[in-house]
């Protein structure tokens, strides 16, 4: 079952060993899976364990056991998200363009970017800063927000936004969005 009382999510987690990871992961996922909510992550202190363990789901299963960002972009921009500790809320939250993580499972460090033509890249980037800050004893809503009234006063030229039109999404840099506004696509979110 996912945790929905905010007051439980907020004690950081513990170090784990990748064994115990890996154990815990078959169970996120399986949580993941099971939800009678659509979810793309999880961690493992949404379903109650307190230990340093993620998964995010956008492209493929990604596991991640320990995991830390160790490198991130100054640039930001505003992202709609929700949570599956929280159905039905969605806010716009500022997420960092790129990042890099490390994670005791994977060899090689992870690179994760917004700046893309691909908008599950921009997706897979927000959701891993996502159910990292969730390890972190962080939620959404301690992340700074954009109300959707005062969006377009706030978003600066070169801020990147994701808009859409129909089922078509872009994540691109506010004063390239501006014409596309006038065409009919709207901010996300």
């Known amino acids: ?41 999880l961690a493992a202190n949404q379903i109650g364990i307190n230990k340093r363990v993620c998964v995010v789901n956008v492209k493929e299963p990604l596991v991640l056991i320990n995991p830390r960002i160790v490198e991130h972009s100054e640039e930001q921009f505003i992202f709609p998200e929700s949570c599956l500790s929280f159905p039905k809320k969605h806010i716009r939250t500022t997420r960092y363009v790129s990042i890099t993580v490390e994670s005791d499972n994977h060899v090689d460090k992870l690179s994760f970017t917004a700046d893309s033509k691909e908008v599950n890249d921009a997706f897979e980037c927000v959701c891993v800063q996502h159910e990292i800050d969730h390890l972190d004893g962080i939620t959404m809503y301690d992340r700074k927000f954009v109300k959707p009234a005062a969006v377009s006063n706030k978003i600066g030229r070169n801020e990147k936004v994701t808009i859409e039109k129909g ?13 596309l506004l006038e065409d009919g696509w709207t901010l996300a979110g």
Do not use: Q, W
């Not at 064994?19 to 659509?38: H, T």
């Not at 691109?172 to 014409?179: I, T």
């Open 167 to 179: 089922s078509e999404t872009k994540t691109l840099k506010y004063k390239k969005a501006e014409s």
């Open 1 to 41: 079952m996912i945790l929905t009382n905010k007051s439980k999510l907020e004690t950081p987690c513990d170090v784990v060993s990748i064994k115990e990871g890996e154990e815990i992961a078959v169970r996120i996922l399986d949580e993941l899976r099971n939800s009678k909510i659509p979810g793309v992550g």
